[in-house]
């Protein structure tokens, strides 16, 4: 039976994560401007898209029931704010969607094949609670919400690898099944190749320099250049501090908030949400968080009596 702390500690770590890589982000500049956004009035840390993004498919859920990708997109845009950081294609996605023009439309209108950025991976672990929760089957509930912003094939299978990882570890597989789970699945050259290494350092049970998985899994914006990176940072402290899985995501830099974000999210699914509890005052909105978490649990519940 997964416990409504799992469901909190996903969210939660997710949005820690975020906040707390979100100054490790990026080269000088990116850090220079978090330094100046990063904090609310009475000096909380300021979550980023990542966080924005999950709540925005957390309220859809609980509003429509099910995933409804018109208003999921409307949910996006009207909570789009600049100072949250989001990259300039999703900004000018999501300025058009609240325009009037349709997502269909958009998602394809830089690039021709779709975004192959992580923006869709960085919230698939919420889309996986959701999913759990309705009727939807969890690999379209995740296709369906990524392609609103995220259409590239590579894009949309980074998510449903987080998605199908968080699901896992929700019901208690350990990592090296959920590993070998995603491996038999897994579609394009890429992701074949690093989940294979990943497996292979996880299997070891030993740390790599934070140069090798720079080098060998990445710690860029593309989802090809950050899920699996996740994945290895989730699965090899599970059993560690958050706190030292953090230090080590914002010591390997590049898209540090949306890697924390995604293991984050799974460590949280692992260990609960009290594993967390050191964190509730530093952090914006997690008391919002928290209840977002709870109510889809609520109805999870509902759905598996
Ligand atoms: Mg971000």
């Known amino acids: 039976m997964i416990e409504k702390s799992q469901f909190v500690g996903c969210f939660k770590g997710l949005a820690i ?9 990026g080269g000088p500049i990116e850090r220079l ?3 100046f956004l990063g904090r609310t009035k009475i000096g909380q840390r300021r979550y980023t898209d990542d966080t ?15 995933l409804d990708q018109t208003h999921l997109a409307q949910t996006f845009a009207n909570s789009y704010r600049w100072s949250r950081g989001y990259g300039p294609s999703a900004a000018h996605l999501l300025k058009g969607i609240k325009n009037g023009e349709s997502w269909e439309r958009l998602n394809r209108k830089k690039f021709a094949e779709g975004s192959m950025g992580n923006g869709a991976a960085m919230r698939a672990p ?38 199908h990882a968080t699901r896992l570890a929700l019901i208690g597989v350990e990592s090296i099944g959920i590993l070998q789970a995603l491996c038999v699945n ?34 860029g914006m593309l989802a ?41 999210a799974i460590w949280g699914a692992i260990n609960g949400g009290l594993a967390l509890i050191e ?12 209840q977002l978490a709870s109510s889809i649990y609520f109805r999870y519940q509902e759905m598996v009596q």
């Open 17 to 25: 994560g975020d906040a707390l890589a979100a100054s490790y982000e």
């Open 33 to 35: 401007l978090w330094h």
């Open 52 to 66: 924005q993004m999950s709540i925005d498919i957390a309220q859809s859920f609980l509003t429509c029931k099910h």
């Open 126 to 163: 919420i889309a996986a609670l959701c999913s759990l929760s309705c009727h939807d089957g969890l690999m379209d509930y995740v296709s369906k919400s990524a392609e609103i912003t995220h259409a590239h094939p590579q894009a949309i299978e980074g998510a449903q690898l987080i998605a």
């Open 186 to 219: 897994v579609i394009a050259p890429v992701y074949k190749l690093k989940l294979s290494k990943c497996l292979g350092y996880v299997a070891g049970g030993k740390l790599q320099p934070i140069t090798v998985i720079k080098a060998e899994l990445g710690n």
């Open 224 to 264: 090809s250049e950050s899920c699996v990176t996740a994945l290895y940072f989730a699965f090899m402290y599970r059993r560690l501090a958050f706190s030292e899985m953090l230090q080590a995501i914002c010591d390997l830099g590049g898209d540090a908030d949306t890697i924390a974000a995604m293991a984050g």
């Open 279 to 290: 964190y509730d005052n530093q952090i914006e909105d997690l008391a919002v968080i928290e």
